[in-house]
């Protein structure tokens, strides 16, 4: 069993020669504000261990969290938060991480349950399909839903990414926190 209450925080890199290699990986990646600190918190049972932020695009920092001394999750930037003009930090960085990487065992995806998934969201999942890395898709802010509004995200869900395989939570109400750890715990373990 991972005790996910011993975790802590380690490093901020900000480039893959900074990515610590030492012990696997559980990568959390979605777009800005989708709740991924929030997830992080909740999943660590530590409110104080990510920032978690009412403006997009905080992140700019792989953070690395140490669990249980057994593997490190991985706080990324979020993806989809441009300035005008610029070329996508998540891009530059996070293909870096991703093809220089042989510790990555588990990619967790999170999109946010209240809405449709954005051009971003899909252009990621073309990217992540390329890759060989698990990934495991978690519906975030479930506790905005009601019945029929799930059941269409669902749908929707599983017509995008052609998969009935992820888990719905909520950092705020604690819901699927559990289930997610499991899942966790059975890759990592
Ligand atoms: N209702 C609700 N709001 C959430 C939940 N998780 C995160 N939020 C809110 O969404 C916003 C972004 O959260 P954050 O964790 O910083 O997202 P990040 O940018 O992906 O790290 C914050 O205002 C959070 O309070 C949740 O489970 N339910
Ligand atoms: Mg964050």
Not at 42 to 63: E, I, M
Not at 69 to 80: I, K, N, R, S, T
Request: glycine residues 6%; positive net charge.
């Amino acid at each position: 069993m991972i005790n996910f209450r011993k975790a802590k925080f380690v490093k901020s890199a900000c480039g893959k020669d900074d990515v610590l290699y030492d012990y696997d990986h559980v990568l959390f990646v979605g777009k800005s504000n989708v709740g991924k600190s929030s997830l992080l918190n909740a999943l660590c049972d530590n409110k104080g261990l990510a920032y978690v932020s009412k403006t997009p695009g905080h992140t700019k920092l792989l953070n690395h969290f140490l669990v249980d001394e057994q593997f490190y999750l991985v706080d990324a930037p979020g993806y989809g938060y441009r300035k005008l003009g610029k070329k996508d930090q998540f891009d530059e960085m996070m293909s870096q991480y991703f093809e220089h990487n042989p510790r990555l065992k588990l990619v967790v995806w999170l999109l946010d349950s209240r809405h449709e998934p954005s051009d971003d969201d899909c252009n990621f999942y073309e990217y992540l399909s390329k890759l060989k890395v698990p990934a495991l898709i978690v519906l975030t802010k479930c506790d905005k839903l009601n019945q029929s509004e799930r059941f269409k995200i669902k749908r929707t869900i599983e017509n995008l990414f052609e998969t009935s395989d992820y888990i719905m939570v909520s950092s705020l109400k604690k819901q699927g926190i559990e289930e997610l750890q499991k899942r966790i715990g059975d890759t990592m373990l």
